[in-house]
Nanobody, 125 residues
Framework: QVQLVESGGGLVQAGDSLRLSCAAS????????AAWFRQAPGKEREFVAA?????????RYADFVNGRFTISRDNAKSTAYLQMNSLKPEDTAVYYC?????????????????WGQGTQVTVSS
């Protein structure tokens, strides 16, 4: 199995940028697809972005991303990233990294069986 640790969250103002990192350890990271989810207070955890095992292939994004976020990965560093630009107050949430074995790039919470502990992102207006 793989262990995931997120970092890079913080308090920013609307319009600012943040880059989240997800460091993986354990099994070979390149055999796992990766994704980011988020959970705001009182809401369910929702899909943000996903990327294929190779990183150079398929990516998928939630509609609300609207070109503001970019998911990427560096398998040599066993790390996935989420670059977030033009942040809005409604982006405030705990952001979670997730991983799943296999080639499919999926967007459901139940499709992922490895999760990090989350990193808080707060966007002030």
């Amino acid at each position: 199995q793989v262990q995931l640790v997120e970092s890079g969250g913080g308090l920013v103002q609307a319009g600012d940028s943040l880059r989240l990192s997800c460091a993986a350890s354990g099994r070979t990271f390149s055999t796992y697809g990766a994704a980011w989810f988020r959970q705001a207070p009182g809401k369910e955890r929702e899909f943000v972005a996903a990327i294929s095992r190779s990183g150079g292939g398929t990516t998928r994004y939630a509609d609300f991303v609207n070109g503001r976020f970019t998911i990427s990965r560096d398998n040599a560093k066993s790390t996935a990233y989420l670059q977030m630009n033009s942040l809005k107050p409604e982006d405030t949430a705990v952001y979670y990294c997730a991983a799943r074995a296999g080639a499919l790039v999926l967007i459901g919470r139940d499709d992922y069986n490895y999760w990090g502990q989350g990193t808080q992102v707060t966007v002030s207006s």
